[in-house]
Antibody, heavy 118, light 109 residues
Framework: QVQLQESGPGLVKPSQTLSLTCTVSDDSVSSGGYYWSWIRQHPGKGLEWIGYIYYSEYTYYNPSLKSRVSISVDTSKNQFSLKLTSATAADTAVYYC??????????WGRGIMVTVSS | EIVLTQSPGTLSLSPGERATLSCRASQSVGNNYLAWYQQKPGQAPRLLMYGVSRRATGIPDRFSGSGSGTDFTLTISRLEPEDFAVYYCQQYDSSPGLTFGGGTKVEIK
């Protein structure tokens, strides 16, 4: 069964770019039919979908974050990545990478806590 | 944008009891694109149900989903100790994509 593991800095300074990577095992990020997502959860709060990439090149982002978000795939490393520009304290959250379809998420990574603070 | 409202916020029940969780959408959810997730403290969410009533792989049959249009329900027929957790519903719409409800916490009474 597919496994996903988030990695990246746990602390980001305000106004900098938050960058995370998800390493995928037992599946290929370039396999057709799956949507590779980023989802976040603010401390003690609910879930917020950030966006996904599919067929290695097509992306779809939450309109509320669209101006600051980009998701990309590195097929050589079997990874996909998240970049969120102009980070603020409001971006402090646990970030999950996940695999699913266009309408649901079946497999999740364990999550990584990212704090935006000077 | 479709907004999902879950109720109650907290459900206090004893093991063996039946749990009924509600998810109401501000507009009709198309194509039955409604899913449910379970999340325990410190863990990632786990997919329970998709397409309203389809159980995900490995989910026991004490979990069931129902509903259509704007009103959906997740039922746990007999609560096991491991079922005490937070439950989220989620829908898909062309814009803004996937959205989640605020969650229902099922706690031990």
């Amino acid at each position: 069964q597919v496994q996903l593991q988030e990695s990246g800095p746990g602390l980001v300074k305000p106004s900098q770019t938050l960058s995370l990577t998800c390493t995928v095992s037992d599946d290929s990020v370039s396999s057709g039919g799956y949507y590779w997502s980023w989802i976040r959860q603010h401390p003690g709060k609910g879930l917020e979908w950030i966006g996904y990439i599919y067929y290695s090149e097509y992306t779809y982002y939450n309109p509320s974050l669209k101006s600051r978000v980009s998701i990309s795939v590195d097929t050589s490393k079997n990874q996909f990545s998240l970049k969120l520009t102009s980070a603020t304290a409001a971006d402090t959250a646990v970030y999950y990478c996940a695999r699913g379809t266009d309408y649901m998420v079946a497999y999740w990574g364990r999550g990584i806590m990212v704090t935006v603070s000077s | 944008e479709i907004v999902l409202t879950q109720s109650p916020g907290t459900l206090s029940l004893s093991p063996g009891e039946r749990a009924t969780l509600s998810c109401r959408a501000s507009q009709s959810v198309g194509n039955n694109y409604l899913a449910w997730y379970q999340q325990k403290p410190g863990q990632a969410p786990r997919l329970l149900m998709y397409g309203v009533s389809r159980r995900a792989t490995g989910i026991p049959d004490r979990f069931s989903g129902s509903g259509s249009g704007t009103d959906f329900t997740l039922t746990i027929s007999r609560l096991e100790p491991e079922d005490f957790a937070v439950y989220y519903c989620q829908q898909y719409d062309s814009s803004p994509g996937l959205t989640f409800g605020g969650g229902t916490k099922v706690e031990i009474k």
